[in-house]
């Protein structure tokens, strides 16, 4: 049966009345949004039993990914999309008298991930149900997800992010599906029948409860799960002792600690610290999702010799490495195996992925936190090491002396890339440029050893959230012009190329984008009071904060435009308005001052009167996934700006392509593969290369200082920083200039501002012949096909995890 509105109208009536005893009249938006998911689940829940059954009735290989991050953001528009119903809820909404915007607006986001790596997941999870494809997301319920950001005076102020305050609505508790995980306490070893046995005492219990959030396919019955975890406490796994006198507060002391381990989302992007808590969260994500998942192995197949032909554990960065480890030890204590058969079983089942290679970010713990508090699994890492180093002297002569650098344990920490690397039997990098640096670089010995590990995946956004739900209208000028196919297989999207000299297609595009910009513009009027020109040119950096994403480098930009617009106030500058959106990890006291920077920024250039009609700057609070679906629909110009080497791959780059965005932007990561497909001439590349830059940090023969002495904008802008010109109390600006002229600016902004300054002259030059523009953009539309994450996903399927659709 069809749905109508006509049919839904009384449904969704009837769950208003049932669940909340409202009529519609007396509803609010927040029971509205509850009874559709209510209404929802109730044919998402048989497909979703469905879908597992027929998994286990097809035998079929499953992959589990791994992640300590999962930034799902909302997920009602999501399901209603792929459950086809959107447009019907949407219409249903309306005849009924609400703003489904508003009602679809009620779901919070799901913050459970900083930036590209958890945003990678939730698509990586989308596109998996959506090719019908057995895999499944493993995760931690955080109880705060990433901070909520406030901009107070300019400067960034953290709130907790209390996202299950309302109930929330897509997962369901099993808590019959619970596990114990064990920290601490000591182990014994004894010879029992000739076999070394060992014996855990005194740990600490905790009750890894799961919740399933299931994740739906696009137009099919396929429903994946993504399982997050929460440690609870339970009085059954207290021994409470009547001759004890203090058990209560014992009791109370132990729930607290227990609560904490999910308890909250560490703020870091790209920036490791040897948190014991993050280590307590990383083991507990991957002690209870194993154990879930051997334990349902083990009921369907009788050997552990089958483990690599059913099962994939997919690790995203090396946050859950001790997953090596840990099935290790089930392998050996728990099910008998001997070293090598479990070794064996191990090396063939787990994959790894890096997503960076900034050594502040490399992830090593100290021995002795390890030891203490996973007593078992520091025996096995100090095994694995000692019989990998043993591997490397005997068949690797030639790796003697770098067997130092490469030893899972050396210096008194444990490296996890290392451990990754050794343990795994896929390594990927997640983009060309990338997956090259660390096999010719970064991790060349291990390429040395293991050549056939190393492949490249190049990162992808799904389409359907990042085109079709964001930008409804600029998807519907698509299928006029190609049909509908696109939908299900983006790389149609290709055959709108031939359309990008249409004036007709051109002309639509335009309208739509202006329309997305007049929408984006009242948001910032009721936002934050500024009012930007809905005919500017909309230039867009969001992203985290990081040194090396460079936003330093578009300021220095717009403060030169700044100082230009005084100098000649009748210079004609095309409009532009510069948005940003960005949080800075709480620790980190430089990309705090940027923030603070390109707030004071704001205030001068919005209110000089040489300057305000030309140029306006935003900068957008709270940067989550439901505020980039904002802003990308309305992007005109596209910021990744990377120091050469350093992004990985980022994805925003791919999701403002596809919506018709052009990117300004360095070679580095995913910019060198859409430059390769959208041609050199639809992209504006600037900067130093990799090689530049790994050749300059090689000979140390960078000198910022010199960039300052002789060009003359740069001195400008810099000295403007340092003379009470944005704000009377700047010390926070002088950490700024210190940090380029006497830290010798590591991310070479200063090297690279006089070809940034020439590729943004360009920018407004092309923008100003529009048809060429709009040209440029839908040739980007037309090959952002290929960086869909269906993509990525197939890659994956079949290069690493050998896994097939089933329909
Ligand atoms: C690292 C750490 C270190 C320990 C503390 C918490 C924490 C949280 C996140 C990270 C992740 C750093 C790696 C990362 O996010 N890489 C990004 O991955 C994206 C997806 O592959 C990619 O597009 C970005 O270029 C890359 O920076």
């Avoid at 100090?382 to 002297?393: G, Q, T």
């Avoid at 739509?512 to 500024?530: C, P, R, S, W």
Wanted: aromatic fraction near 12%.
């Amino acid at each position: 049966m069809t749905m109508t509105v006509q049919t839904l109208a009384p449904l969704l009536t009837e769950k208003l009345l049932s669940s909340f005893g409202k009529t519609v009249d007396e509803a609010t938006n927040k029971e509205v949004f509850q009874s559709i998911c209510l209404l929802m689940k109730e044919s998402i829940h048989p497909n979703w039993q469905t879908t597992q059954q027929k998994y286990v009735e097809a035998e079929s290989k499953q992959v589990y990914y791994f992640s300590m991050e999962f930034l799902l953001g909302r997920l009602v528009e999501t399901n209603l999309l792929n459950a086809g119903e959107l447009d019907l809820y949407k219409d249903t909404l309306s005849s009924m008298g609400f703003n489904p915007e508003e009602v679809f607006h009620e779901e919070l986001d799901a913050g459970l991930g900083n930036g590209g790596l958890g945003r990678l997941a939730a698509c990586f999870l989308d596109s998996l149900s959506s090719l019908q494809l057995p895999g499944h997301g493993m995760g931690i319920r955080y109880k705060y997800g990433l901070f909520q950001q406030k901009v107070v005076d300019g400067h960034q102020v953290e709130l907790p992010d209390n996202w299950l305050r309302d109930e929330y609505m897509w997962e369901t508790k099993r808590e019959e599906k619970a596990i114990e995980v064990r920290f601490g306490g000591t182990v014994e070893t004894t010879y029992e029948d000739d076999k070394l046995v060992f014996h855990h005492h005194d740990y600490e219990r905790v009750l890894a409860i799961p919740y399933d959030v299931p994740i739906v396919g696009f137009e099919n019955k396929t429903v994946n799960t993504l399982r997050l975890w929460s440690a609870e406490s339970t009085t059954n796994h207290f021994h409470f002792n009547s001759s004890r006198g203090h058990d209560y507060y014992h009791y109370l002391d132990y729930k607290r600690s227990v609560e904490k381990i999910s308890e909250f989302l560490y703020p870091d992007d790209s920036y490791y610290e040897g948190k014991i808590l993050r280590l307590k969260q990383q083991y507990f994500l991957v002690s209870a999702g194993l154990q879930s998942i051997l334990r349902r192995f083990k009921k369907q197949y009788k050997c552990f010799d089958l483990l690599p032909e059913k099962i994939v554990l997919q690790i995203n960065d090396t946050h859950p490495s001790l997953i090596v480890p840990e099935l290790m030890r089930i392998l050996l204590d728990d099910e008998g195996l001997s070293w090598e058969q479990a070794w064996k079983i191990t090396e063939k089942t787990v994959a790894y992925t890096n997503h960076t290679t900034l050594s502040e970010a490399l992830e090593k713990w100290p021995e002795a936190m390890i030891e203490d508090l996973f007593p078992r699994l520091y025996m096995i890492i100090h095994e694995i090491n000692e019989r990998f180093c043993k591997m490397l002297w005997f068949d690797f002569p030639e790796l003697r002396e770098q067997i130092p650098a490469m030893a899972i344990i050396s210096y008194g920490n444990i490296h996890m890339a290392h451990l990754a690397m050794v343990g795994s039997f896929s390594i990927n990098g997640v983009a060309r440029l990338h997956t090259d640096i660390l096999k010719n670089r970064v991790m060349k010995p291990f390429n040395i050893v293991y050549p056939d590990r190393f492949n490249n995946k190049t990162n992808g956004i799904t389409h359907r959230r990042w085109l079709l739900n964001v930008n409804p209208d600029l998807a519907d000028e698509i299928t006029k012009t190609i049909g509908d196919q696109w939908i299900k297989k983006p790389e149609f999207l290709k055959n709108l190329q031939s359309f990008a000299t249409n004036p007709e297609l051109q002309e639509n595009i335009a309208k739509v984008k202006h329309e997305n910009k007049k929408k984006l513009a009242t948001f910032i009027k009721d936002q934050y009071g500024i009012t930007i020109n809905d005919q500017s040119i909309v230039d867009v950096h969001i992203k985290r904060l990081h040194g090396y994403k460079r936003q330093l480098l578009n300021l220095f930009h717009i403060i030169y435009l700044y100082n230009q617009c005084i100098e000649n106030p009748s210079l004609d500058l095309y409009p532009r308005t510069f948005i940003f959106g960005a949080k800075a990890a709480p620790g980190y006291t430089f990309a705090k001052h940027v923030i603070k920077l390109i707030n004071a920024v704001a205030e001068k250039v919005n209110n000089h009167p040489h300057v305000r009609d030309k140029v306006k700057v935003v900068f957008m609070e709270n940067y989550q996934v439901s505020l980039a679906e904002r802003i990308i629909p309305a992007a005109d110009v596209s910021e990744q700006i990377s120091t050469a080497s350093k992004e990985a791959s980022g994805t925003g780059n791919m999701k403002l392509m596809m919506n018709g965005a052009l990117t300004i932007g360095t070679e580095d990561g995913a910019n060198v593969e859409i430059r390769e497909r959208v041609g050199a001439e639809n992209i504006f590349t600037f900067g130093l290369s990799s090689e530049e830059v790994f050749s300059h940090q090689h000979r140390g023969d960078y000198r910022a200082r010199d960039y300052y002495n002789n060009d003359s904008r740069i001195k400008q802008i810099m000295d403007l920083l340092v003379n009470e010109h944005f704000s009377n109390d700047d010390v926070e600006f002088k950490d700024i200039f210190y940090s380029l002229l006497f830290n010798n600016d590591e991310y070479f902004v200063l090297k690279d501002f006089d070809s940034y300054i020439s590729a943004q002259q360009a920018v407004e030059l092309t923008y100003r012949n529009q048809s060429s523009w709009l040209q440029k953009s839908i040739i980007n539309i037309a090959h952002s096909g290929y960086f869909s994450s269906d993509r990525t996903i197939q890659q994956y399927a079949k290069d690493i995890w050998n896994i097939k659709p089933q329909r």
